[in-house]
């Protein structure tokens, strides 16, 4: 994704992908590049509709100075782009884009508690008021889920009872996703940098990633790790790196010197 967000960016339809920032800087011209949008012919008329009836400000980021949030700088077809890969990562962040400044999405959740035999049972659903930015940005709508229209304290016929046996598997591989998740919470890596380290064990051959993006370690990698783990065992976990990027972080902003981390 990274690769092809890069080719994109070199080709001059989105804006520099590796960026930190997630706030736009003053001056940014929100409505201008909206306009451009308006032409497009899938999402064209809800730009329109929503320049007409004024768009949202963006939700505050933070605005690192060197470049905006990734950001679609044209107007393409899939033609012009060429599809495939490209195709559809400049339509998520386009539409990205456009959901970020459109107004919010509505909805009522409806929440059914019953009691059985001593046992609490529970039952939500959800009816869609208002689709809001979910209106171009579609894997992101609520869906219908009614419910039967009770009141408290009425009663309904138990339908049937079941008791089924099994038994607990251990957890798969982490995909692609599952990874960046872990290591942006464990503070490890950036925006710019997480693809790049996921890229580094798989051509190290420290892992290999299956058709379903998920990353299964080889037999290399895994010794690796057990290795590491004999020496000293906080060498593989993720404090550690998680300590190291921040105390180098603390470097970069000027907080702290080199030298003192070293006396420490």
Excluded at 1 to 30: H, I, N, W
Excluded at 82 to 90: A, K, N, V
Excluded at 91 to 108: C, K, M, N, W, Y
Excluded at 187 to 211: K, L
């Amino acid at each position: 994704a990274m690769q092809v967000a890069e080719r994109l960016y070199m080709q001059g339809f989105l804006s520099y992908p590796r960026t930190e920032s997630s706030g736009y800087p003053k001056g940014f011209d929100m409505e201008g590049m909206l306009g451009i949008q308006s032409k497009n012919r899938y999402w064209g008329n809800y730009v329109k509709s929503l320049i007409e009836i004024g768009f949202s400000p963006p939700r505050q980021g933070k605005d690192m100075g060197d470049h905006p949030p990734l950001t679609p700088t044209q107007c393409c077809t899939e033609v012009v782009i060429g599809g495939g890969d490209s195709g559809r990562l400049y339509e998520l962040v386009a539409r990205h884009f456009i959901a970020s400044v459109s107004p919010d999405s509505t909805h009522i959740t409806t929440k059914i508690e019953m009691e059985c035999a001593g046992e609490r049972l529970v039952l939500t659903g959800r009816r869609p008021l208002k689709p809001g930015f979910t209106a171009v940005l579609h894997h992101a709508g609520v869906q219908s889920t009614p419910v039967p229209a009770l009141r408290r304290g009425d009663s309904v016929q138990l339908a049937d009872v079941s008791v089924s046996q099994g038994e607990t598997s251990p957890p798969g591989h982490l995909t692609e996703s599952e990874l960046i998740e872990r290591m942006e919470k464990n503070g490890i890596g950036t925006d710019a940098s997480i693809p790049t380290h996921i890229n580094n064990i798989t051509v190290r051959r420290y892992c290999n990633t299956s058709e379903s993006r998920t990353m299964v370690p080889t037999t290399l990698g895994l010794l690796l790790v057990q290795g590491y783990k004999r020496i000293d065992r906080e060498l593989v976990e993720p404090a550690v790196r998680s300590y190291v990027e921040r105390q180098i972080d603390e470097i970069a902003k000027g907080r702290v010197s080199l030298l003192s981390l070293i006396h420490i």
